[in-house]
């Protein structure tokens, strides 16, 4: 299937590991101009060397998604270096470990909530100014099984996540007719370093999802979310507007 997504500009925030980066090797694969955002300099070195070998165009770009000056600036420099921006891949995140709730402190919530809703919201913004006037593009925000269901110990990720499915309803909405789709996915549990840190040492709640696990029996692969995100930001997609794609091994259907 032509996914129709060759020359064009596709901005990955969060894109320098784990589920961003698969992503970007999957839309270089299909000939995408990368634009790859993140905090993490030397991943994101790292990342942008190994794709860049395979002849895709690369261009990285160093932002804190939670702070509205970086986002809007980093935006800015893609639309001047590159030309434009047809696709944004919202996808950066952070979990802290999780706690009853009356053991969670503000800090935390801030960092969660500032980073996973904040930064999904500063970068809708803007990819939605620049998209608008011209009619087109298409934006997939990064939700998760936890942005349908509880998962305790979770308070600021899981209504972060929440917040993310109702952006994504209502910017989709604001620009129903304007050529411009916005849409989400929401993984269940996949392989990547996030869970690692979630699940590392003692803790029930982890535990307690681990052992809930998945009906499908296993985690899911990046690649298996990455044909998700390619498939709703590409022209296969084109009446699908303001959606939940739950990608999450059945995890939501019990
Ligand atoms: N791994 C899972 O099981 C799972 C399940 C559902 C949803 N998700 C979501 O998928 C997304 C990617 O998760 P992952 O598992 O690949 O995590 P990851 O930690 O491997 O990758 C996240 C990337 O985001 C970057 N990042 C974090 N904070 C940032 C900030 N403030 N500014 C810029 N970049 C920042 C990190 O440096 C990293 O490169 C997240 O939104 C996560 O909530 C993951």
Known sequence: MDLGLQGKVVVIAGGAAGIGRECAEAFAAEGARLAIFDWDADALAETASAIGATGAEVHTERVDVSDARSVDAAHARVIESLGGIDVGFNNAAIITPSKAIEDTSEDDWDRVVGVNLKGVWLCVRAQVRHMRPRGA??????????????????????????????????????????GVRVNAVAPGTVDTKLNTQLFAGEDPFADALVRQGQPI????HTSEIADAVLWLASERSTFVLGSTLVIDGGFTAQ
Do not use: D, F, Q, W
């Open 217 to 220: 029996g296993r985690n899911a």
């Open 137 to 178: 593009g298409a934006i997939v925000n990064m939700a998760s099984a936890a942005a349908l269901v509880g998962a305790p110990g979770t308070t600021p990720y899981t209504a972060a996540k929440h917040g993310v499915l109702g952006i994504t309803r209502t910017v989709a909405l604001e620009l129903a007719t304007t």
